[in-house]
């Protein structure tokens, strides 16, 4: 049985390094989580030297987090994906899914919308064509479509207006949305 | 100095009940498991090598440097798959607390491993569970409402036929985690001003208008439009009060004086529930709602479950009587679980074989009557006795509120009371070690 000094040493020397590591990991949360939009200067400092001090830790404990949940404001562009192939005879673009909500189960639905999202995240067209590409060619084998079938993912959206009448009840009742449409990733099936 | 250390000392390692924390741990096992199980088809397409994000594909989008995870090495399906199911296994043992510390350790890290092996299904909820869960990883104590303290209960009510004092640990984890709660909304609340849907109260109405969150028909949304500013200006409000958490209490002492002294973080903590409660009600925001729930639990401290008896107690200020057969095994380990279950501590437990208790709490009942099945006395002075004694009890015990609905399905009641008179009738066969019904 250790003698008395020796626990409260070691007590002692628990209470300093729970002590060191509470306030090490409340400052690398809270530098890691400020925005990275904001552009006053203790931020960009906190963010341009400090992060890449507690980068480290936050990233390998995967305490990495940005809360920018509907924020700075809520999406307001609704999206369906039209996964689509050539028709060569008629030369025309036909449906074979659309992908909009209420097209999966209630319990994917989520999950699944994320990622249809971010992999075809227009804003980074360029940089994850491969990825759009891998996940086209999965849908070619998916849907059993012939080898060197022309497919592609059609984006057709509207955007939610930002203007001071969404408080309006009637607005909303006679409002119809203004549909685009923009040409994503295509393929030929493998 | 030793004032400023004796203050630091207070503030990280006063003992706090481990009843909290005991409940994230619950809540947060049961919303991993939950959703994981949500994935059950779909773990070999998001996480494997035949899948939408095998690991080549990383680099478009996530990191490559700092990553944990075991599916940089293990990428067949069945692997993966045989990986999840040890997942659920250790997500089960962490809810009921079987090895509670290992399986927690464990669960956590393997969450770790799916979320850093494939981050394009994550949300808001996934990062929060992912916080909560190195919190629950670092707690000096989690046994609270586990199987692993269980025996220890069992031979402490034995002895005393009282339960174990409520186990404390330090507040540090409490802290980083309110802290957590700060970090959230008040960045949240950071990203928001930067816009101006939330400022001009256009916010709430946009998003309930998005179909790819709405749960009900946007058209019915159309009723909530001219409640938009409000709903927008709710959510600022809430995020604002967490932020002001931030304030030391003899600053906002001086002039909260008039109003009346809840203390803040339970206001906001009811508030987070009316307001997640909504989101998570009319809204699909995968796990975020459900997340905030099971961190609101880990904040509760002791003085708020005596908030909650006391409540209870001015709606029912009367204790429920429940008469036993002390000389059975079998009604003594019931007792014990009864009490177990008396979180609003509104049992009292009487063993009708002591005559003073019985002549005092139920001197109208007879012996005879009393040996044949429970009997329980609520606070109208009316008596259940058996299975409806029984089901009078789940109105008072709060783990058996979820099952109290379905004890009054038709067809249950009679099942009841005919399988309550059969092991009632067999009751001394079973000693307090086994039974033989």
């Given at each position: 049985?250790?003698?008395?000094?020796?626990?409260?040493?070691?007590?002692?020397?628990c209470?300093?390094?729970i002590?060191l590591?509470?306030?090490?990991?409340?400052g690398?949360?809270?530098?890691?989580?400020?925005?990275?939009?904001?552009s006053?200067?203790?931020?960009?400092?906190?963010?341009?030297?400090?992060?890449?001090?507690?980068?480290?830790?936050?990233?390998?404990?995967?305490?990495w987090?940005?809360w920018?949940l509907?924020?700075?404001?809520?999406?307001r562009?609704?999206?369906?994906?039209?996964?689509?192939?050539?028709d060569?005879?008629?030369?025309?673009?036909?449906?074979?899914?659309?992908?909009?909500?209420?097209?999966?189960l209630?319990?994917?639905?989520?999950?699944?919308?994320?990622?249809?999202?971010r992999?075809?995240d227009?804003?980074?067209?360029?940089?994850?064509?491969?990825?759009?590409?891998h996940?086209?060619?999965?849908?070619?084998?998916?849907?059993?479509?012939?080898?060197?079938?022309?497919?592609?993912?059609?984006h057709?959206?509207?955007?939610?207006?930002?203007?001071?009448?969404?408080?309006?009840?009637?607005w909303?009742?006679?409002?119809?949305?203004?549909w685009?449409?923009?040409?994503g990733?295509?393929?030929?099936?493998? | 100095m030793?004032?400023?250390?004796?203050?630091?000392?207070?503030?990280?390692?006063?003992?706090?009940?481990?009843?909290?924390?005991?409940?994230?741990?619950?809540?947060w096992?049961?919303?991993?498991?939950?959703?994981l199980?949500f994935?059950?088809?779909?773990?070999?397409?998001?996480?494997?090598?035949?899948?939408?994000?095998?690991?080549?594909?990383?680099?478009f989008?996530?990191?490559?440097?700092?990553?944990?995870?075991?599916?940089k090495?293990i990428?067949?399906?069945?692997?993966?798959?045989?990986?999840?199911?040890?997942?659920?296994?250790?997500l089960?043992?962490?809810?009921v607390?079987?090895?509670?510390?290992?399986?927690t350790i464990?669960?956590?890290?393997?969450?770790?491993?799916?979320?850093e092996?494939?981050?394009?299904?994550?949300?808001?909820?996934?990062?929060?569970?992912?916080?909560i869960?190195?919190?629950?990883?670092?707690?000096?104590?989690?046994?609270?409402?586990?199987?692993?303290?269980?025996e220890h209960?069992?031979?402490?009510?034995?002895?005393t036929?009282?339960?174990?004092?409520?186990?404390?640990?330090?507040?540090?984890?409490?802290?980083?985690?309110?802290?957590?709660?700060?970090?959230l909304?008040?960045t949240?609340?950071?990203?928001?001003?930067?816009?101006t849907?939330?400022?001009?109260?256009?916010?709430?109405?946009?998003?309930?208008?998005h179909?790819?969150?709405?749960?009900?028909?946007?058209?019915?949304?159309?009723?909530?439009?001219?409640?938009?500013?409000?709903?927008?200006?709710?959510?600022?409000i809430?995020?604002?009060?967490?932020?002001?958490?931030?304030?030391?209490?003899?600053?906002t002492?001086w002039?909260?004086?008039?109003?009346?002294?809840?203390?803040?973080?339970?206001?906001?903590?009811?508030?987070?529930?009316?307001?997640?409660?909504?989101?998570?009600?009319?809204?699909?925001?995968?796990?975020?709602?459900?997340?905030?729930?099971?961190?609101?639990?880990?904040?509760?401290?002791g003085?708020?479950?005596?908030?909650?008896?006391?409540?209870?107690r001015?709606?029912?200020?009367?204790?429920?009587?429940?008469?036993?057969?002390?000389?059975?095994?079998?009604?003594?380990?019931?007792?014990f679980?009864?009490?177990?279950?008396d979180?609003?501590?509104?049992l009292?437990?009487?063993?009708?074989?002591n005559?003073t208790?019985?002549?005092?709490?139920?001197?109208?009942?007879?012996?005879e009557?009393?040996?044949?099945?429970?009997?329980?006395?609520?606070?109208?002075?009316k008596?259940?006795?058996?299975?409806?004694?029984f089901?009078a009890?789940?109105?008072?015990?709060?783990?058996?509120?979820?099952?109290?609905?379905?004890?009054?399905?038709?067809?249950?009641p009679?099942?009841?009371?005919?399988?309550?008179?059969?092991?009632?009738?067999?009751?001394?066969?079973?000693?307090?070690?086994?039974c033989?019904l």
């Amino acid at each position: 049985m250790p003698s008395k000094k020796l626990r409260q040493f070691f007590h002692r020397g628990c209470c300093i390094l729970i002590t060191l590591f509470f306030f090490w990991h409340a400052g690398a949360v809270a530098i890691y989580a400020i925005p990275s939009i904001v552009s006053d200067p203790v931020s960009v400092f906190l963010r341009s030297h400090a992060s890449s001090i507690v980068r480290p830790y936050v990233l390998l404990t995967s305490q990495w987090q940005q809360w920018n949940l509907f924020a700075p404001d809520p999406l307001r562009r609704v999206t369906h994906y039209h996964f689509q192939r050539l028709d060569p005879v008629r030369d025309v673009w036909v449906d074979i899914a659309v992908f909009r909500p209420g097209a999966f189960l209630w319990w994917k639905h989520a999950t699944r919308f994320k990622i249809l999202d971010r992999v075809f995240d227009l804003d980074e067209r360029d940089r994850k064509t491969p990825l759009q590409k891998h996940f086209l060619e999965k849908m070619c084998r998916e849907f059993n479509l012939p080898s060197s079938t022309s497919v592609r993912m059609l984006h057709r959206y509207y955007v939610i207006p930002h203007i001071p009448e969404l408080t309006s009840f009637s607005w909303w009742r006679t409002w119809q949305p203004a549909w685009s449409f923009m040409e994503g990733t295509s393929l030929s099936c493998p | 100095m030793k004032k400023i250390i004796d203050a630091l000392y207070r503030f990280l390692f006063a003992p706090i009940p481990i009843t909290g924390f005991g409940l994230m741990r619950i809540a947060w096992a049961f919303v991993v498991l939950l959703f994981l199980l949500f994935q059950w088809s779909d773990i070999a397409l998001y996480y494997s090598a035949d899948g939408i994000f095998p690991q080549e594909f990383s680099s478009f989008h996530t990191r490559s440097v700092f990553r944990f995870t075991l599916l940089k090495w293990i990428t067949d399906p069945q692997a993966i798959f045989a990986l999840y199911l040890l997942h659920l296994l250790t997500l089960s043992c962490m809810l009921v607390g079987l090895h509670t510390r290992l399986m927690t350790i464990v669960s956590v890290l393997l969450l770790y491993t799916f979320h850093e092996g494939n981050p394009l299904p994550l949300g808001g909820g996934d990062t929060l569970l992912r916080l909560i869960g190195f919190l629950l990883m670092l707690a000096p104590r989690l046994d609270a409402f586990s199987l692993d303290r269980l025996e220890h209960q069992w031979s402490q009510f034995r002895r005393t036929k009282t339960l174990l004092p409520v186990p404390t640990m330090s507040i540090w984890p409490w802290r980083l985690l309110l802290w957590q709660m700060i970090i959230l909304y008040g960045t949240s609340l950071w990203y928001k001003s930067t816009g101006t849907m939330w400022a001009d109260g256009t916010a709430a109405i946009a998003a309930l208008h998005h179909p790819q969150f709405s749960r009900i028909p946007v058209s019915w949304m159309d009723e909530l439009a001219p409640l938009s500013p409000l709903i927008s200006a709710y959510v600022l409000i809430e995020h604002i009060g967490w932020v002001f958490l931030l304030v030391p209490e003899w600053i906002t002492r001086w002039f909260l004086e008039p109003f009346p002294r809840i203390p803040l973080r339970r206001c906001l903590i009811g508030l987070g529930l009316l307001l997640h409660g909504l989101i998570f009600i009319l809204m699909d925001a995968g796990s975020f709602s459900l997340a905030i729930f099971v961190a609101y639990t880990g904040l509760l401290l002791g003085e708020d479950f005596q908030w909650l008896r006391q409540v209870t107690r001015k709606v029912s200020p009367h204790k429920v009587t429940v008469l036993y057969d002390g000389k059975c095994g079998l009604c003594l380990k019931s007792i014990f679980f009864l009490e177990l279950l008396d979180h609003l501590n509104i049992l009292r437990c009487v063993n009708f074989w002591n005559a003073t208790h019985k002549n005092k709490y139920a001197p109208d009942l007879k012996i005879e009557d009393l040996n044949r099945a429970m009997h329980v006395r609520v606070f109208n002075g009316k008596t259940y006795k058996g299975f409806d004694g029984f089901r009078a009890l789940s109105w008072v015990l709060p783990p058996l509120w979820l099952l109290t609905p379905l004890l009054y399905i038709p067809g249950i009641p009679l099942m009841g009371r005919r399988m309550y008179a059969r092991i009632a009738s067999r009751r001394r066969r079973c000693s307090h070690k086994g039974c033989n019904l």
